[in-house]
């Protein structure tokens, strides 16, 4: 019964912006690691960005920083992406992924994802 749902991609301009939103739903947020992923046209996934569960500590890969921000709203049960200054590179399908804290087996979930196309 846990999901996740991905929303807010589309078609933008480079230099321009977008808000990615995760809406989680059954399963209680604060016993989750948050991240964001994405994968490119014949790239593997990377990860993206990471926020903690417990006194939120916040990861971002190198070529993001700067540039994207994440945060949860556990009460909305719902993990935000926001993205400006997009560029051509940043063009992927961006994927929510929660893994539980709260067992030694850390059992994940994974969205369908969003896609997100940055072209002039």
């Known amino acids: 019964q846990v999901q996740l749902v991905e929303s807010g991609g589309g078609l933008v301009q480079p230099g321009g912006s977008l808000k990615l939103s995760c809406a989680a739903s059954?399963?209680?947020?604060?016993?989750?690691?948050m991240s964001w992923y994405r994968q490119a046209p014949g790239k593997e996934r990377e990860l993206v960005a990471s926020?903690?569960?417990?006194?939120?500590?916040?990861d971002y890969a190198d070529f993001v920083k700067g540039r994207f921000t994440i945060w949860r709203d556990d009460v909305d049960s719902r993990v935000y992406l926001q993205m400006n200054r997009l560029e051509s590179k940043d063009t992927a399908v961006y994927y929510c992924?929660?893994?539980?804290?709260?067992?030694?087996?850390?059992?994940?979930?994974w969205g369908q994802g969003t896609r997100v196309t940055v072209s002039p």
């Open positions: 992924r929660a893994r539980y804290t709260r067992a030694f087996s850390g059992a994940e979930y």
């Open positions: 059954g399963l209680t947020l604060t016993d989750y690691y």
């Open positions: 926020i903690s569960d417990y006194r939120p500590r916040t």
